[in-house]
């Protein structure tokens, strides 16, 4: 058994992420999934702790079986997140050649500034056009995307206030 760590802005975590989840925890058997955030910077849509919340509830169902998921908030470089909660890689999912793009840079940067390497899972086909970003963007104008994010995070949804 291997430890990953799958980090993102998870703003908010949508089924594609749980999916990725899914996917490193039959693999490898034990995920962390970590909130990365930039404490000078804001935080989005949602806060650091409305996001953390979400996703452990949004993961709760997947542990078991000897399957571990653990969730952390994290400030500062993926790297550093993977040597202090102790991962063995990184983990990201890709979903189109643009995501390939963007990720193969930072797994480069990674390994070449501090020997992390990162392993990509393909996106599930049906959950490949779910961003973040289109969700917030949705569902500011009151649309329905229930077919892509977890009840935990529809709920908050909701009640979200927009700029
Ligand atoms: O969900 P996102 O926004 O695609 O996640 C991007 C994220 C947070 C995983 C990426 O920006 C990241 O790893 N940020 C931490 C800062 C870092 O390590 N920067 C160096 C990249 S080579």
């Known amino acids: 058994m291997a430890t990953v ?25 034990s995920v962390v999934v970590a909130a990365m955030h ?33 969730v952390a908030a994290f400030p500062g470089l993926a790297v550093d997140a993977s040597r202090e909660l102790g991962t063995d890689f990184i983990v990201k999912g ?6 390939f793009e963007v990720e193969q840079q930072m797994a480069q940067t990674n390994y070449v500034a501090a020997g992390v390497r990162t392993v990509y899972l393909p996106c599930k086909p049906a959950l ?23 009840p935990a995070v529809l709920s908050q949804l909701q009640r979200a206030t927009f700029d």
């Open 5 to 29: 760590l799958y980090p993102g802005s998870f703003d908010p975590i949508h089924l594609g992420h749980l999916d990725v989840v899914e996917q490193a925890l039959e693999l490898f058997g």
């Open 38 to 70: 930039n404490p000078s910077k804001p935080s989005g849509l949602f806060t650091l702790d409305e996001r953390l919340a979400m996703i452990d509830e949004a993961v709760a169902p997947l542990r078991g079986d000897g399957r571990e998921v653990r």
């Open 94 to 99: 890709l979903r189109t050649g643009g995501d």
């Open 128 to 150: 490949v056009f779910i961003s973040s970003r289109f969700i917030r963007e949705i569902a500011k104008y009151g649309g329905d995307v229930s077919a892509m994010v977890p």
